[in-house]
């Protein structure tokens, strides 16, 4: 009998409990068990319409116990404070409530699947906890920015005007393609509500321009004609009369001012009534210790403390190649842990790392989207069934082999809505697949209307349904 401990129900760790359940249906007695710190699964992807006050919380979320049960996977109510690989042992902090102390639980095989740490402390000021600033990135940060975001509405619509910056809050962060969601439904927001014209509107980022998201931005040709990720965002931008500021890191936020430094050297000073600024990311504050209580960190994570796998580390960044990424996410000391999602350590960024004059980073990081976490999550559970029948891993799900679809919601309507459909093929530049740009630039697309907000309500849908394994979830692409 094999044990597999799965830390996390994000999209990439439940997908990666379904799959390894099901692979190993029928094969002898082996047990799955999850370890997650909150009974719910949140589909974090719809947080972008719980901060516009559009939907609550709850309606992007489903209870994880149930599910488990049905499928005869454990979970355990908690947080992974420690790995202790040479024992095959993690140490587990109780949140369910109970004073109960730590928890040693063993395992065969490990999926990290914790996702991101938000690292809201690397610019002071920064965050709804300590800071000024709000966050749609966990479901109470999207709920407290929709409080304060419907307070301001209130404000507006008795003749005051705002200032609104979105964007990120630091040089090195990722997940800019949230932000561009935000920015564009709090822009629709405001003119349904006939308030538009008394906010001034800002974009605020690191990307060197507006549409490289951290993947280097992407390009489209239909005919003789290329459009660009940068043509896309900044046509949407001017349409809707909201202005840019790129290139930038935030060294500091104060009551209403973002203090901003970019690439050339030119410090600014912003002034913000509401900012939803998303922190730069890092991997799990989890402790990686060996057999004599020596930390492992510099063996197995990279400097941002995401978990190393089976990529080539090291290289500068103009000498990365498609073959540098990962492709079982199997890591190479210990073979039998795996890390998926956000948590592994990715070779290096896509877009080129920068700086400031005075050092710090400009420097977008590669996203790692929902599809790609559980493309990720699907490519580990099966390896490590694979491991568990005794045979190697062979299920592959490289980033520079698969394709990248995004729909950015601008407007969440049934009948007036809009977003924009994005496929790229395949999301990191493989210049050994596609000579010259490194993508499908013919097979690219991008469509914008109604239909892709139908398809965006859609996917919601879906992916709640599939990762609660409601009947027939495993045909769900
Ligand atoms: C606002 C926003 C909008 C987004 N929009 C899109 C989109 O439109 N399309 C898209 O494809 N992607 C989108 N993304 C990205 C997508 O949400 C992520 O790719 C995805 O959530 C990553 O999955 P994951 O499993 O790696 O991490 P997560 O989904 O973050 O899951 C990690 C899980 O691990 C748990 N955990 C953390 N620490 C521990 C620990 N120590 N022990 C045990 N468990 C732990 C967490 O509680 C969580 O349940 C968006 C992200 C944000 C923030």
């Not at 006939?194 to 549409?211: A, K, M």
């Not at 790609?372 to 069934?385: D, M, P, Y």
Request: aromatic share 10%; proline share 7%; glycine share 10%.
């Amino acid at each position: 009998m094999a044990k597999t401990v799965i830390l996390g129900a994000g999209f990439s760790g439940q997908y990666a409990a379904l799959i390894l359940q099901n692979a190993l249906k029928g094969r002898g007695e082996h047990e799955i068990v999850v370890v997650n710190p909150f009974p719910k699964f949140t589909y974090v992807p719809s947080m972008i319409w719980v901060g516009t006050g559009q939907i609550k919380a709850e309606e992007a979320q489903f209870d994880l116990a149930p599910v488990y049960e049905r499928l005869g996977i454990l979970w355990i109510q908690g947080l992974a404070t420690e790995v202790h690989p040479d024992e095959n042992l993690i140490v587990v902090e109780p949140r369910d409530g109970t004073s109960r102390g730590p928890q040693r639980v063993t395992y065969d095989y490990l999926i990290n699947a914790t996702g991101p740490h938000l690292n809201f402390d690397a610019t002071p000021g920064l965050g709804p906890d300590k800071g000024y600033t709000h966050s749609i990135c966990t479901p109470p940060h999207a709920t407290d920015t929709a409080h304060h975001y419907l307070e301001l509405v209130r404000r507006l619509e008795k003749g005051e005007r705002a200032r609104i910056v979105v964007g990120t809050g630091h040089g090195a962060c990722t997940c800019q393609g949230a932000g561009f969601e935000f920015i564009n439904l709090v822009h629709n927001d405001l003119a349904d509500r006939g308030l538009r014209d008394r906010v001034d509107l800002r974009w605020l980022s690191n990307e060197p321009y507006p549409g490289d998201f951290g993947i280097s931005g992407f390009e489209i040709q239909r005919g003789p004609v290329v459009f660009t990720s940068e043509d896309m965002c900044t046509a949407i931008f001017r349409a809707n009369q909201i202005e840019w500021t790129v290139r930038s890191h935030v060294h500091a936020i104060d009551e209403g001012v973002i203090h901003t430094e970019n690439q050339d050297g030119e410090q600014r000073e912003i002034p913000f009534d509401f900012a939803m600024l998303l922190p730069p990311f890092q991997g799990k504050p989890i402790k990686y210790l060996d057999r004599n209580g020596n930390d492992l960190a510099s063996k197995l994570l990279n400097p941002a403390r995401f978990f190393k796998v089976d990529a080539n580390y090291g290289k500068p960044h103009d000498e990365i190649t498609a073959d540098d990424w990962p492709r079982t996410y199997q890591n190479l000391d210990y073979r039998n842990i795996f890390a998926v999602g956000i948590a592994f350590a990715p070779p290096g960024p896509m877009s080129r790392p920068c700086q400031t004059p005075s050092g710090a980073p400009v420097s977008p990081a590669i996203p790692r989207t929902g599809y790609t976490s559980e493309l990720t999550g699907k490519a580990a559970a099966l390896n490590v069934a694979e491991l568990i029948q005794g045979r190697s891993p062979c299920h592959t799900a490289s980033l520079a082999e698969t394709a990248g679809m995004c729909i950015a919601s601008m407007k969440n309507s049934w009948f007036k809505g809009s977003a924009a459909v994005i496929g790229i093929h395949p999301i990191v530049r493989n210049t050994s697949l596609y000579p010259g740009d490194g993508r499908d630039v013919r097979g690219g697309a991008v469509e914008m209307g109604l239909a892709g907000a139908w398809l965006k309500k859609g996917l919601h849908h879906a992916f709640l349904y599939k990762l609660a394994a409601k009947p027939g979830w495993k045909y769900v692409p």
